[in-house]
């Protein structure tokens, strides 16, 4: 069964000529076609072009070339422009805009071999926790489908971990990678700010915003990181440090390694099995070698209010650009102003506009001063006592989520309890760390748990390493759901 493998086991098979590209990408289409209708993971495919990227890799192959994604079906979050193909970030209002290019991320798998496939589904614009909301109706969890998946990447999850794709590839703010990789049961790397270009990803906002990739296992992120980090002079905050060979840090072994528990970390509303599953897989590291101690972020508590302001404020000003001038879908109207007004009323769902609201609010004159500027003072801060952490230990470990997933609709209408469920990733964003979520158990009404590990900015192979060894000592990455 092809599509269930992971990519370094495909690549193999592929390199062996046990299997070919047109196979692994054929098994993954018949996969959707078996379990999609249950789940929603993905907007739109293509099986056509599918193929015909397969068929080339194959040629590829046959005359000898080796790439590291050679013949690899990979989705894409619906916020990353694909040449030719739907871009609608999950909302009405791009109507049936297609790119006109390629992102820098895609231009890049393209470059390593990858096939690429299908749209997956996501909160529009990257804007929640759940994929509720979706303009194309929510995705659902393949542990349990009455369950959310997480969000905002909930396709990119649910794709990789129901085996429709061998890796995805989304983008994440404030969790959107971490978080449904933890509620899915998948690895998910979110890199530091600048590592990755953010050329061509639709902009949510514009400070926090980083592509990663979801994987079914951390050598696989270790790859998809490789081919996607780098220089691009079209992204202006791209930074160019070297890209270090990251599959080599995957050495197994945590001897050393100095991994720090935040003591503000033990919040009100953490899960008892959440709390457990982390506990355990942090003695799990201890045992192997690493070296635990508590640390202390002071400003842990003015986090999510510091979030939830720098990113409405700029994506109030990234989704001005959607005014039915530009882009996608049109509402006709007596004037110009008109004409705006019915297309963004039209367009855009519930929660954008009330992100769109709250941006404008905290921007606007007379309140800029008490919001926008006093949360990028506070963002300082929050950065300030991770470099600080950071001084006393290599690594920081928390649950990746405070509970696992909850029930479609449990918080749909009560956007503040969504908002404080991203306790534990938002930081990572505001204070520009790379952070990845591993699978790290099980909850008793078998749902999966994540444990999240954060890194210092540029600390990828530390990070990778630690996830790699306590993935190597434990099996929660090979379980499955059983769906279809
Ligand atoms: N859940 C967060 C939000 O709603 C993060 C989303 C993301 O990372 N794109 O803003």
Redesign the pocket.
């Known amino acids: 069964m092809p599509h269930t493998l992971t990519i370094s086991q495909l690549t193999d098979k592929l390199a062996q000529g046990e299997l070919s590209s047109r196979e692994a990408t054929q098994s993954c289409l018949d996969r959707i076609a078996a379990v999609d209708g249950q789940l929603n993971a993905f907007i739109s495919h293509d099986p056509e072009d599918a193929l015909a990227q397969a068929d080339a890799a194959d040629a590829a192959l046959a005359s000898g070339k080796s790439k590291p994604l050679l013949g690899v079906p990979i989705a894409m979050k619906d916020v990353i422009a694909v040449n030719g193909h739907p871009l609608n970030c999950a909302s009405k209002i791009l109507g049936d805009f297609n790119s006109p290019y390629d992102a820098t991320v895609t231009e890049k798998l393209r470059e390593a071999g990858a096939v690429i496939f299908g749209r997956v589904n996501m ?1 529009e614009f ?4 759940s994929t509720e909301n979706s303009a194309f109706g929510p995705a659902r969890n393949p542990w349990n489908p009455d369950c959310i998946p997480g ?3 909930g396709g990119s999850a649910v794709a990789v971990a129901a085996d429709e794709c061998i890796a995805s590839l989304a ?7 971490r ?1 449904p990789a933890a509620l899915c049961g998948c690895v998910g790397l979110k890199p530091t700010y600048g590592r990755v270009s953010r050329y061509g990803l639709v902009a ?2 514009s400070s ?2 980083q592509v990663g990739p979801l994987t079914k296992d951390v050598r696989d992120a270790a790859t998809m990181l490789g081919v996607i980090a780098g220089e691009d002079k079209r992204d202006s905050t791209n930074v160019p440090e070297p890209v270090p060979d990251y599959i080599a840090a995957l050495t197994g072994d945590v001897k050393g390694l100095k991994i720090g528990l935040p003591k503000e970390y033990q919040v009100e509303g953490l899960d008892p099995e959440v709390k457990a599953a982390t506990e355990a897989a942090v003695a799990k590291l201890e045992k192997q070698g690493a070296e635990v101690k508590e640390i202390s972020l002071p400003h842990t508590q003015y986090a999510i209010a510091t ?2 302001i720098i ?1 409405t404020a700029e994506a109030s000003t990234n989704l001005a650009r959607f005014e039915g001038v530009r882009y996608g879908a049109r509402v006709d109207g007596a004037s110009p102003e008109e004409m705006n007004r019915a297309t963004r009323g039209a367009g855009f769902g519930e ?1 954008v506009k009330r ?1 769109i609201i709250l941006g404008t609010y905290v921007l606007s004159s007379g309140y800029y001063d008490a919001y926008y500027l006093r949360a990028q003072k506070v963002r300082t801060l929050i950065r300030q006592d991770f470099l600080n952490a950071f001084k006393e230990v290599d690594l920081i470990a928390s649950p990746t989520t405070p509970t696992p997933a909850f029930k479609i609709g449990e918080k749909a209408n009560d956007p503040l309890q ?2 404080l ?2 306790i534990f ?2 930081s990572c ?1 505001v204070a520009g760390l790379c952070g990845i979520s591993i699978p790290c158990g099980f909850s008793v009404s078998g749902l999966p748990l994540g444990l999240q590990l954060l890194g210092k900015p540029f600390g990828e192979p530390d990070l990778l390493r630690a996830a790699h060894a306590y993935e190597q000592a434990t099996e929660w990455h090979t379980k499955r759901p059983k769906i279809g």
């Open positions: 909160d990257a804007m929640g926790s969000g905002s990447s983008s994440d703010t404030g969790g959107s990678i978080q949510f906002a926090l915003d979030y939830y990113a929660e992100r969504m908002y469920s991203d990733t938002i964003n």
